[in-house]
């Protein structure tokens, strides 16, 4: 498993990423298909997928042997979370694959993991809420008009 700072890190993913991100940090449920579970913070969301932080414990769970992560195959995990949308907590539930796990070197914390998770499967209206987060966030706001 790769380590990076904190700055690197970004530098090297933005590059890659085709749609923006929101950064907010939110807790987030994480459940395997055997039922076990972890929690962690979202760093960032897009209309593709999430960047989770969390410790490493999720990652070693996730990725045992510490081998880079093989796109073919799917690691899944259920991810759980609320956002903010108009003033009202909305609930989203969505199947993830995991994209890749970095290990960062963040110096306030301590070691911190971060992990990509690309959107799979929607359950109820999920996809639609994170739509509605993603415009409201993008959405220019009338203090920010001279």
């Known amino acids: 498993m790769e380590e990076f700072s904190d700055d690197s890190f970004c530098d090297i993913y933005e590059e890659s990423r085709q749609y923006p991100r929101i950064k907010f940090k939110m807790p987030v449920n994480l459940i395997f298909k055997n039922e076990r579970k972890f929690s962690a913070d979202i760093y960032d969301i897009s209309s593709d997928g999430l960047q989770i932080r969390c410790g490493w414990d999720v990652a070693e769970y996730i990725n045992?042997?510490?081998?880079?992560?093989?796109?073919?195959?799917?690691?899944?995990?259920?991810?759980?979370?609320?956002?903010?949308?108009?003033?009202?907590?909305?609930?989203?539930?969505?199947?993830?694959?995991?994209?890749?796990?970095?290990?960062?070197?963040?110096?306030?914390?301590?070691?911190?993991?971060?992990?990509?998770?690309?959107?799979?499967?929607?359950?109820?209206?999920?996809?639609?809420?994170?739509?509605?987060?993603?415009?409201?966030?993008?959405?220019?706001?009338?203090?920010?008009?001279?």
Not at 78 to 94: C, G, H, M, Y
Not at 121 to 132: N, T, Y
């Open 64 to 146: 045992p042997d510490g081998e880079d992560i093989n796109l073919k195959e799917d690691i899944i995990v259920k991810t759980i979370f609320s956002l903010p949308i108009n003033d009202e907590q909305k609930e989203i539930r969505v199947d993830c694959n995991v994209k890749y796990i970095v290990l960062l070197n963040d110096k306030s914390d301590g070691d911190i993991v971060a992990i990509g998770l690309n959107f799979k499967k929607f359950e109820d209206k999920s996809i639609k809420f994170i739509g509605r987060y993603i415009l409201q966030e993008l959405e220019p706001t009338s203090n920010n008009i001279d």
